[in-house]
């Protein structure tokens, strides 16, 4: 961090100043020039703010030079870190599949697609309980029973389960049953379901925002990791833009951003993002080639009779073509799925 401090400053403040930050276990470069003094911050200034420090009235200006997330930055951690999902792998050479219907529905629905994207070559099973929608009045999800009938249809399969979390009081029962806790896009800025999940040993897929910057979703990456828990996984779910032909935009360059900033494992959801099952394909495919660590894609046994998100579900066989288009294109980058 870098604090430029006004002219004139008196040097008693400046004295101060240096001590005050001194105290905090940082160690202060201070050079002076022929109009401003600038004060150098070396050590983690993490607990820096910003804005207090602009109150100060001989500061100027306060930048911070590096970003603000630690634990999830490469800078502190070099290596891609990554996450081991109930003896799967996330973040490895192999490109992870999440595949499954936005709503778990009944037993046979979700045991039927849980076998057929299983056959395809899908290494996770998800399925949405508890379902966040805009509308009080679209259906909800089946709640607990909903987590009862993945725990099923993984017993039928042998896939571990993603499922969606909405509030700290699930906490303890996702903990206990699903395999990677979804946190939302909507939930991305819950803190407080943040730091509950910081808390637990499990992994954690945590959607990027509505509206979210890359910034902003590796802070709440970084809520998670400060309480002890570093297995997030990110994923790229579209973001809001001007344009209104797709649900959201699917912002593809946050999977190298993403890579070039931090270490953690970043997937792609192609299914929100467009809306429109048709895109689908062409989106995963792009995913793939810009070196995303897994994809997760909504599949129906029955798209037109989805209780949510029919209209960008596809049909197990679209799905299985789907896979086979993966594989080459991950052949021809050096990856497997
Ligand atoms: C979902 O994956 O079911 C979902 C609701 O996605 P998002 O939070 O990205 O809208
Ligand atoms: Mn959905």
């Not at 109009?35 to 993490?46: E, F, H, N, P, R």
């Not at 499954?100 to 994207?117: F, L, R």
């Not at 803190?191 to 954690?204: A, R, V």
């Not at 002890?228 to 994923?235: A, R, W």
């Amino acid at each position: 961090m870098v604090i430029v401090l006004k002219p004139h400053a008196s040097a008693q403040r400046i004295e101060q100043l240096i001590y005050e930050i001194e105290k905090k276990g940082l160690t202060v470069e201070k050079v002076v020039g022929s109009d401003y003094t600038i004060l150098g911050l070396v050590g983690d200034t993490s607990t820096m703010d910003i804005d207090s420090l602009m109150i100060n009235e001989i500061v100027h200006k306060a930048m911070r030079i590096q970003e603000p997330f630690k634990r999830a930055n490469r800078l502190f951690h070099p290596k891609s870190t990554i996450v081991k999902v109930d003896g799967k792998e996330i973040g490895g050479g192999k490109i992870a599949v999440i595949a499954g219907p936005c709503s778990v529905e009944t037993e046979d629905q979700i045991v039927e697609v849980a076998q057929k994207v299983k056959a395809a070559g899908a290494d996770f099973l998800r399925g949405g309980a508890f379902k966040p929608r805009t509308s009080p009045y679209s259906f909800q999800g089946l709640g607990y029973e909903g987590i009862e009938l993945l725990v099923l249809a993984k017993k039928a399969t042998g896939l571990p389960i993603v499922s969606e979390i909405l509030s700290e009081n699930m906490v303890e029962r996702f903990a206990r049953d699903i395999d990677l806790i979804q946190v939302g896009a909507r939930n991305m800025q819950n803190f407080m379901l943040l730091k509950e999940l910081g808390k637990t040993n499990k992994p954690i897929l945590l959607k990027r925002g509505l509206s979210a910057t890359i910034e902003e979703w590796l802070m709440s990456a970084e809520y998670i990791m400060s309480e002890g828990n570093t297995q997030v996984i990110l994923c790229e779910r579209g973001i809001r833009t001007f344009e209104k032909f797709t649900r959201n935009t699917l912002d593809v360059s946050a999977v190298p951003a993403i890579k070039r900033v931090s270490h953690l494992p970043i997937i792609v959801d192609p299914s929100h993002a467009t809306g429109m099952g048709w895109m689908v394909m062409p989106m995963a495919r792009a995913a793939v080639a810009a070196g995303t660590d897994g994809i997760m894609i909504e599949v129906h046994n029955d798209p037109e009779h989805a209780l949510s998100d029919g209209n960008q579900s596809i049909t197990p066989d679209e799905f299985s073509e789907l896979m086979n288009s993966l594989r080459i294109i991950s052949g021809a980058i050096g990856r497997r799925i």
